[in-house]
């Protein structure tokens, strides 16, 4: 089955610096989906950005990008000049190809300091 | 329009009573999830219906019983809850395109339904 590892249970950051989220997962697949999942206080999750392992190319999204290594089994999430707004427990994602199953890891909440 | 909506936002029940919460979309995706999340975890996967038919369970106890009505509607039928099942659960869908899979296939969350167990 495959895992999802998020090592850091929380983060900070000064408002307008760039934070780094990291995330490895464990599988034996080769394509994939890779995902990052944003819940503040609200809980209502929101998407961040989205990776298919198949695509060399690192995906971003605005203020978000982020470094896909698939040898390495790495998903890291980069917030560039980081808002207030960002504060929120982001959760990454993998769901597997040949299936709708998706595992989230244990979450790291961050903290943007004004 | 990427809303999937959920009813109600808060329910209260008692051990011995019989619920259900509702869930809809109305962005054409054919799969639909349920999820459960207990106070700072991540979402459980509970179940997956994919063209109205239940593709995932993951072992879930019987006193939750899914029911997908149609592509647009899912709910979750609750019976002789305990109080350890008291969570925020979080639907939510996907395009789920066939055949194969596009990064379209992206899961859309409700807000989800605040549910307590007394």
């Known amino acids: 089955a495959q895992t999802v590892t998020q090592s850091q249970p929380e983060m900070s950051v000064q408002e307008a610096e760039t934070v780094t989220l990291s995330c490895t997962y464990d599988?034996?697949?080769?394509?994939?989906?890779l995902f990052w999942y944003k819940q503040p206080p609200s809980r209502q999750m929101i998407l961040v950005i989205r990776q298919e392992a198949y695509k060399q190319q690192n995906a971003t999204e605005n203020r978000f990008s982020v470094n896909f290594q698939k040898a390495a089994k790495s998903f890291s999430l980069k917030i560039s000049d980081s808002q207030l707004g960002d504060a929120a427990m982001y959760f990454c994602a993998y769901r597997s190809w040949a299936n709708n199953d998706m595992r989230f890891g244990a979450g790291t909440r961050l903290t943007v300091k004004p | 329009d990427t809303e999937v909506t959920q009813t109600p936002k808060h329910l209260v029940m008692g051990m011995t009573n019989k619920k259900s919460l509702k869930c809809e979309q109305h962005m054409g995706h054919r799969a639909m999830y349920w999820y459960k999340q207990k106070a700072k975890k991540p979402p459980e996967l509970m179940f997956v219906?994919?063209?109205?038919?239940?593709?995932i369970n993951e072992s879930v106890p019987s006193r939750f019983s899914p029911e997908c009505p149609n592509s647009s509607l899912l709910n979750l039928h609750l019976h002789a809850l305990q109080p350890e099942d008291s969570a925020l659960y979080l639907c939510?869908?996907?395009?789920?395109?066939?055949?194969?899979?596009?990064?379209?296939?992206?899961?859309?969350f409700g807000p989800g339904t605040r549910l307590t167990v007394l």
């Open positions: 219906y994919s063209y109205e038919k239940l593709s």
């Open positions: 939510a869908s996907s395009q789920d395109e066939r055949p194969g899979r596009s990064i379209t296939d992206t899961q859309y």
């Open positions: 599988t034996s697949e080769s394509d994939y989906y």
